[in-house]
């Protein structure tokens, strides 16, 4: 199994920046994809980015393109979300997540860190 452990959430003021990180530690060779997601209060769990260990391939959520950057440093075990022009509804509890494929389907995530919780003010 792989243990993840996010970190880097906190508050933040709309506009500025948050960086997330996500530490892998474990069985680290079965992952073959890392992916973030966030649950907002009353909301389902959506799909923000993921990305390739092997290749640094990237698919985001539409709504992410621009704003979110996704990136892995494989030395470190550990991938990023930078997070630019935060908005308050960006408010949630983001999740990282390793899987066996490079989708958006939380079905295909074996593996989940326990979240931490970005906060976004007006």
């Known amino acids: 199994q792989v243990q993840l452990v996010e970190s880097g959430g906190g508050l933040v003021q709309a506009g500025g920046s948050l960086r997330l990180s996500c530490a892998a530690s474990?069985?680290?060779?079965?992952?073959?994809?890392m992916g973030w997601f966030r649950q907002a209060p009353g909301k389902e769990r959506e799909f923000v980015a993921a990305?390739?260990?092997?290749?640094?391939?990237?698919v985001y959520a539409d709504s992410m393109k621009g704003r979110f950057t996704i990136s892995r440093d494989n030395a470190k075990n550990t991938v990023y979300l930078q997070m630019n022009s935060l908005k308050p509804d960006d408010t949630a509890v983001y999740y990282c997540?390793?899987?066996?494929?490079?989708?958006?389907?939380?079905?295909?995530?074996?593996?989940w860190g326990q979240g931490t919780q970005v906060t976004v003010s007006s």
């Open positions: 997540a390793s899987g066996p494929s490079l989708v958006r389907s939380t079905r295909s995530y074996r593996s």
């Open positions: 474990g069985r680290t060779f079965s992952s073959y994809a």
């Open positions: 990305i390739t260990w092997a290749g640094g391939t990237t």
